[in-house]
């Protein structure tokens, strides 16, 4: 199966704390790439991340940091010291290459409360 | 600036009206997506294009159509909509030639059918 599983529907958190969302995937092929996307109340996508399945570097982006284990099929997200613009819903993606398309498999989302 | 163009950003009809949702890339990318944003679903894929004249279903085709007669333009078409058809409608496109290059979205279309 090709599936992306976010579990927390919803994390609450306030203002400066350090909060992580977590995305498993699975997937049948050694060559994929994983994303992340933030969809802010207006509702756009906004691209954050791409990462590619020989690539298991952990990058970090500002307060922004994503840890990418193979081993447990995992592309967690942090966020250091959170604010109230990061209120928006998460989405962590899956892009196998044996499709050979640019189709993405998205999780359910995570939705991600700031409070001041 | 380069984009997708999505229109229009909100849309109103009744059960069986047809309508198109317009999507316009001015990338010259290849690669052309519908998605569907459903609450506890995420983002589904509708359809796809390759390029020109190709395209394909994606995982929940039934009740759309679409056209790829220009790289630029990938509409989305709804001969006879349905209220299980409200939704949040997302245009996408990328360059295939770059394998990892991401997936560029429009800003979504919301769609309520009464």
């Known amino acids: 199966a090709q599936k992306v599983t976010q579990a927390q529907t919803e994390i609450s958190v306030v203002e400066k704390e350090d909060v992580t969302l977590d995305c498993v995937y699975e997937?049948?092929?050694?060559?994929?790439?994983l994303f992340w996307y933030k969809q802010p109340p207006s509702g756009e996508l906004v691209f954050l991340i791409r990462?590619?399945?020989?690539?298991?570097q952990n990058e970090i982006s500002g307060r922004y940091s994503w840890n990418f284990q193979k081993s447990t099929s995992s592309f967690n997200f942090t966020i250091t010291a959170s604010q109230v613009v990061d209120s928006a819903v998460y989405f962590c993606?899956?892009?196998?290459?044996?499709?050979?398309?640019?189709?993405?498999?998205f999780g359910t989302g995570t939705r991600l409360q700031v409070f001041p | 600036e380069a984009q997708v163009t999505q229109n229009p950003r909100y849309l109103i009809t009744v059960t069986g009206k047809k309508l198109t949702v317009t999507c316009s890339q001015n990338?010259?990318?290849?690669?052309m997506s519908w998605y569907r944003q459903d609450p506890g679903l995420g983002l589904r894929q509708i359809y796809y294009?390759?390029?020109?004249?190709?395209?394909d279903k994606g995982d929940v085709p039934e009740g759309y159509k679409v056209s790829r007669k220009e790289k630029r333009n990938f509409p989305l078409i709804l001969e006879s909509p349905s209220p299980n058809q409200t939704s949040l409608y997302f245009c996408?496109?990328?360059?295939?030639?770059?394998?990892?290059?991401?997936?560029?979205f429009g800003n979504g279309t919301r769609l309520t059918v009464t």
């Open positions: 990338m010259n990318h290849e690669y």
């Open positions: 294009s390759m390029n020109v004249e190709v395209t």
């Open positions: 993606a899956l892009s196998p290459r044996s499709y050979n398309t640019d189709k993405l498999i």
């Open positions: 996408a496109s990328s360059l295939l030639a770059e394998l990892d290059s991401p997936l560029h």
């Open positions: 997937t049948r092929d050694t060559t994929y790439y």
């Open positions: 990462r590619n399945s020989f690539d298991e």
